[in-house]
């Protein structure tokens, strides 16, 4: 099972400001993603990459931004927070293998912003 | 437009006894399947997943059934503990195609196992 990490778990952070989201993988899979998740709901992918300097988007619209400059990094970016962006964002990966693939979940970040 | 469906947003049950969770889904290409279990404030966990050449997966306390025919599959939990509540989504892709990994999920179904 991958070891996948989140940081911060929580933050709450006033309108306007910028924000990194960290998530750090220790198991070498190739595919990463980041879902945004509201109470109630399904997750949603906004962002993945398929290996180093691959990114894409998801199929929900996000005004966040992603890197990937290394394997094990996948760190999220808003540049000016908003109310709107208050949710819960969750990160996976999975190896690179042709076919059937597991996601495995970091323990998520929740996001309020004031 | 909705693909994967999980109709019912909550389910009760009797330590013991048995859970029934159920899922459908609308994409004839997708042919892998799997369910997680989520808690609150945390990540999802990967509990099973079957591939469409299976109508059966089990691992322990968890079988997850296919009919691919009707398009839906079921996760039962023999016997159920109060440790089995929590938020369960049902998750599908298109391994064999174009999706490259990528999930899609239904709403959730929030399991509660009264003592």
């Known amino acids: 099972e991958a070891d996948i990490y989140q940081t911060p778990r929580y933050l709450v952070i006033g309108t306007g400001k910028k924000i990194t989201l960290e998530c750090s993988q220790t198991m070498g899979h190739d595919k990463m993603y980041w879902y945004q998740q509201d109470p109630g709901m399904e997750l949603h992918l906004i962002h993945y990459s398929y290996g180093v300097n691959s990114t894409e988007k998801g199929d929900l619209s996000s005004e966040s931004t992603v890197s990937r400059i290394r394997t094990e990094h996948f760190p999220l970016t808003l540049e000016s927070a908003r109310p709107s962006h208050t949710s819960q964002y969750l990160c996976?990966?999975?190896?690179?293998?042709?076919?059937?693939?597991?996601?495995?979940f970091g323990p998520g970040t929740r996001l309020t912003v004031l | 437009d909705q693909q994967v469906k999980q109709n019912s947003p909550s389910l009760s049950v009797q330590e013991g006894r048995i859970s029934i969770l159920n899922c459908d889904y609308t994409n004839s290409m997708f042919d892998y399947f799997l369910w997680y279990k989520k808690y609150p404030a945390e990540g999802p966990t990967f509990l099973i997943s079957i591939s469409s050449i299976k109508d059966k997966n089990e691992d322990g306390r968890f079988t997850v059934f296919l009919n691919k025919s009707a398009k839906h599959l079921s996760l039962h939990i023999v016997p159920s503990q109060p440790g089995d509540s929590a938020v369960y989504f049902c998750a599908a892709t298109d391994a064999g195609g174009t999706s490259y990994g990528k999930l899609t999920f239904g709403q959730g179904t929030i399991l509660t196992v009264h003592p």
């Open positions: 996976a990966s999975s190896g690179w293998k042709v076919g059937a693939d597991t996601q495995y």
